[in-house]
């Protein structure tokens, strides 16, 4: 059984342990400042976890980790309960822009890209370093799916005309209830001019699965308009599979950068371009979305 206590003086460099893995900045004289706020958990009479934060109508976490995930989201979920009781309409937090981890875990726990802080906090070797802004409207912690279906025998190979058809199936699938003659007239005219940035994966029956379609919006740069897989075929690795041909015909083209964008809220997407070593760039204000409804974008890039 996990509790949360209140940390005492004698507890702090272990705290300060916990600390370092989310902001390398935080030194022992910091904390001790901050000593009636710093909350730790403990399993067994040890600590497992550590979080300081400052209430208030925004609610900003100085740091929450733990030693397990289980134990992140317990820990997790006790700030957000007390930030939204006590009044709060948004949780923000500060992190170094190349924990990746770290991004990916505050993704799970339903965290958006807000911002990025350029040479705004020091590393532990004192060098100025980018820090990323991420935030939180809701205490709600989203479950994220993982598919877990027999294995998927699939190919790929570039977009065709011929293909047309196939498209209309993938983006009704993709995006339900809406006119998917919109992406199948865009991706049949980016085709012809970057064939190479365009393809699809199929199964063993030739029938459509996924498909990846970007074109080179400038000079060694291009632009990932649509990256899908059927939601029956997913878990397959098909849209890393994909990701990564369009990375290597990229490069023989002399792309060095792409570029995408997806929803704030569209975690599933996010999670998948962090792990896919994407980094995040901006964060675009209400953007009208395909559901008619005003949604902020988030996008990403990757050298290559």
Not at 243 to 248: C, S
Request: proline share 4%.
């Amino acid at each position: 059984m996990l509790k949360l206590l209140i940390a005492n003086k004698n507890e702090l460099s272990k705290v300060l342990i916990f600390a370092k893995r989310y902001r390398p900045d935080i030194t022992l004289p910091w904390l001790s400042k901050w000593i009636d706020k710093i909350v730790v958990a403990k399993e067994n009479g040890k600590i497992v976890g550590a979080a300081l934060c400052s209430f208030g109508d925004e609610t900003f976490i100085h740091f929450v980790t733990a030693n397990t995930w289980e134990n992140l989201v317990e820990l997790v979920r006790s700030l957000l309960d007390t930030a939204f009781k006590t009044g709060s309409t948004k949780i923000r937090t500060f992190i170094p822009a190349n924990q990746i981890n770290l991004q990916i875990s505050l993704t799970k726990l339903g965290f958006e890209f807000e911002g990025i802080l350029r040479k705004s906090m020091l590393d532990a070797d004192g060098k100025f370093i980018d820090v990323i802004s991420m935030c939180k409207w809701s205490p709600a912690i989203l479950e994220i799916p993982i598919h877990t279906t027999e294995p998927l025998e699939f190919y790929i190979r570039p977009y065709k005309s011929d293909d047309y058809d196939k498209i209309l199936e993938l983006s009704k699938d993709a995006f339900p209830g809406e006119d998917p003659f919109e992406d199948a007239e865009l991706i049949e005219e980016i085709s012809k001019e970057d064939p190479e940035l365009n393809l699809i994966a199929l199964d063993s029956n030739s029938n459509i699965v996924g498909g990846i379609f970007a074109w080179e919006w400038s000079p060694r740069n291009a632009w990932i308009y649509l990256l899908a897989v059927l939601h029956s075929a997913q878990g397959h690795h098909i849209g890393t599979s994909l990701l990564k041909k369009l990375e290597e015909n990229a490069k023989r083209k002399g792309v060095i950068r792409l570029q995408v964008d997806t929803d704030a809220d569209n975690f599933p997407a996010v999670l998948f371009y962090l792990k896919n070593e994407f980094e995040f760039e901006f964060r675009e204000i209400a953007v009208p979305n395909r559901k008619g409804r005003n949604v902020d974008d988030v996008i990403f890039s990757k050298s290559i």
